[in-house]
């Protein structure tokens, strides 16, 4: 099993930036690519943006694209989110998520994630 902590969520003014951490703990071996969702309230959870283990491309949803950056650190086991010019209707719960190397699906789908964290709230105000 893998376990995901979140951090790094609070309130920021729009326009402003917050950075995201996820440290993953456990059988981190069998991690491959390591995701971000979100959830709105009232809202389905949405892809945000993806990196693989190896060779660390990464994937964004249209939203964030040239807003946010996914990185992550494969020593530490850690990924980052960094987010600028948040926007209000980006207030939402930030969920980290990864995948076991045995799983199958797509990147920016839900069902293609075998982990998830608690998540951490985000509230960007106008």
């Known amino acids: 099993q893998v376990q995901l902590v979140e951090s790094g969520g609070g309130l920021v003014q729009a326009g402003g930036s917050l950075r995201l951490s996820c440290a993953a703990s456990g059988r981190t071996s069998t991690m491959t690519t390591m995701g971000w969702f979100r959830q709105a309230p009232g809202k389905e959870r949405e892809f945000v943006a993806a990196i693989s283990r190896i060779g660390g491309s990464t994937y964004y949803s249209d939203s964030v694209k040239g807003r946010f950056s996914i990185s992550r650190d494969n020593a530490k086991n850690t990924v980052y989110l960094q987010m600028n010019s948040l926007k209000p209707d980006e207030t939402a719960v930030y969920y980290c998520?990864?995948?076991?190397?045995?799983?199958?699906?797509?990147?920016?789908?839900?069902?293609?994630?075998?982990?998830w964290g608690q998540g951490t709230q985000v509230t960007v105000s106008s």
């Open positions: 998520s990864a995948r076991h190397f045995l799983s199958g699906g797509s990147y920016n789908s839900e069902t293609g994630y075998d982990y």
